[in-house]
């Protein structure tokens, strides 16, 4: 059984790194995008990037310019930092697989349980 | 692409069935004849589970009373017998251009 785990700081100031986590268990690391999509308490999902096989990445336009996504094929683990992180960066970040198998594109079949960060100063 | 869900809120009796539209500001039809629209239910206080992928397909272990339809720009999740487990915010999400953006989501609740 595939389990995604999340880990990091949980609690930043303003203009501080957000750093976070995820280490991928019980299955294949390489050969899947590895995705970090984030969720404001109490409000929907936002895509926030991915990280492709061999490393490569995509992140979204929104955040681009704050963001890195990076991937420990040895370790089985993807990172996510965000730069410069305001109030607007809180948010529930939780990593998530996606894969193409079967002819079909499996867009987050697993999840991490997500990890709460809270920018405040 | 924007998305859009209606209703953003049902109340359902169990037993009863109930549907979900999502609709999508292009088509999210590949040139390979498959259909990038998924669905995903968030219970409460949980991750995002997926449902549905490319439109109509169940996941492993979803129960066939979820059944996704639709093509191009709209689609429809339906709950053939809604169940106290289903209690939770659904939401469609388009995986055909990057950023993949989601809809608003769907709270169902359970009268």
């Known amino acids: 059984q595939v389990q995604l785990q999340e880990w990091g700081a949980g609690l930043l100031k303003p203009s501080e790194t957000l750093s976070l986590t995820c280490a991928v268990y019980g299955g294949s690391f390489s050969g899947y995008y590895w995705t970090w999509i984030r969720q404001p308490p109490g409000k929907g999902l936002e895509w926030i990037g991915e990280?492709?096989?061999?490393?490569?990445?995509n992140y979204n336009p929104s955040l681009k310019s704050r963001l890195a996504i990076s991937i420990d094929t040895s370790k089985s683990q993807v990172s996510l930092t965000v730069a410069s992180v305001t109030a607007a960066d809180t948010a529930i970040y939780y990593c998530a697989r996606a894969g193409f198998r079967g002819g079909s594109n499996y867009l987050f079949d697993y999840w991490g349980q997500g990890i709460l960060v809270t920018v405040s100063s | 692409i924007v998305m859009t869900q209606t209703p953003l809120s049902l109340s359902v009796t169990p037993g009863q069935p109930a549907s979900i539209s999502c609709k999508s500001s292009q088509s999210l039809l590949l040139g390979d004849g498959r259909t990038c629209l998924y669905w995903y239910l968030q219970r409460p206080g949980q991750s995002p589970q997926l449902l549905i992928y490319e439109v109509f397909r169940r996941f492993s272990g979803v129960p066939d009373r979820f059944s996704g339809s639709g093509s191009g720009t709209d689609f429809t999740l339906k709950i053939s017998r809604v169940e106290t487990e289903d209690v939770g915010i659904y939401y469609c999400m388009q995986g055909i251009h990057l950023p993949y953006t989601f809809g608003p989501g769907t709270k169902l609740e359970i009268k």
């Open positions: 990280s492709l096989p061999g490393g490569n990445t």
